[in-house]
Antibody
Framework: QLVESGGGLVQPGGSLKLPCVAS????????MSWVRQAPGKGLEWVAN????????YYVDSVKGRFTISRDNAKNSLYLQMNSLRAEDTAVYYC??????????????WGQGILVTVSS | DIQMTQSPSTLSASVGDRVTITCRAS??????LAWYQQKPGKAPNLLIY???SLESGVPSRFSGSGSGTEFTLTISSLQPDDFATYYC?????????FGQGTKLEIK
């Protein structure tokens, strides 16, 4: 199970940190990812992180603004979002998988958390 | 980035029909392609990975095929629970990208 929290309304230029708590699988052995979906739109992969946190990848539109991190001791994944823009408004999903070398599909998903960027 | 294009965008079908959704990649993704089903207000659910491997627990009426740039998802006999939106996703290279989705509607 994956449970996201921390969403809500934030002003343009503001910051927000999304936590995701994992249970029921070996979190420390899994690549983890964030995927988002703007209202009424399709899915967009945002970022992923290797099991030990040594490798991280981002979609171009969030590079330099978002940071993915994890704490394996707490079975937790995070997404720090800075300099938020209206176009970042979306439901953010925490997902297991999304790794490199053929493991890039997402096999477990959280329920999603809505982030709204608006003044 | 690799662009993924699904067709059709909307598909109307009846219970019991056989339906096929196509996904085309702007360049080869090998067999690194997945399919997901998403119902309104819910998270996506993995159906197929590596183009044709059925995820555990997914009914056998779902199947995937293809390689390179052209892929298909087939539902052999539509059930009422199958009316949803379907997405393909390539994971051959970053940034991982999804198709725009195919909405499967009841005729």
């Amino acid at each position: 199970q994956l449970v996201e929290s921390g969403g809500g309304l934030v002003q343009p230029g503001g910051s927000l940190k999304l936590p995701c708590v994992a249970s029921g699988f070996t979190f420390s052995s899994s690549w983890m990812s964030w995927v988002r979906q703007a209202p009424g739109k399709g899915l967009e992969w945002v970022a992923n992180i290797k099991q030990d946190g040594s490798d991280k990848y981002y979609v171009d539109s969030v590079k330099g603004r978002f940071t993915i991190s994890r704490d394996n001791a707490k079975n937790s994944l995070y997404l720090q979002m800075n300099s938020l823009r209206a176009e970042d408004t979306a439901v953010y999903y925490c997902a297991s998988g999304g790794g490199s070398y053929g493991g890039g599909y997402f096999d477990y998903w959280g329920q999603g958390i809505l982030v709204t960027v608006s003044s | 980035d690799i662009q993924m294009t699904q067709s059709p965008s909307t598909l109307s079908a009846s219970v019991g029909d056989r339906v096929t959704i196509t996904c085309r990649a702007s360049r080869s993704v090998g067999s690194w392609l997945a399919w997901y089903q998403q119902k309104p207000g819910k998270a996506p659910n993995l159906l197929i990975y590596k183009a044709s491997s059925l995820e555990s627990g997914v009914p056998s009426r779902f199947s995937g095929s293809g390689s390179g740039t052209e892929f298909t998802l087939t539902i052999s006999s539509l059930q009422p629970d199958d009316f949803a939106t379907y997405y393909c996703q390539q994971y051959n290279s970053y940034s991982y990208t999804f198709g725009q989705g195919t909405k499967l509607e009841i005729k």
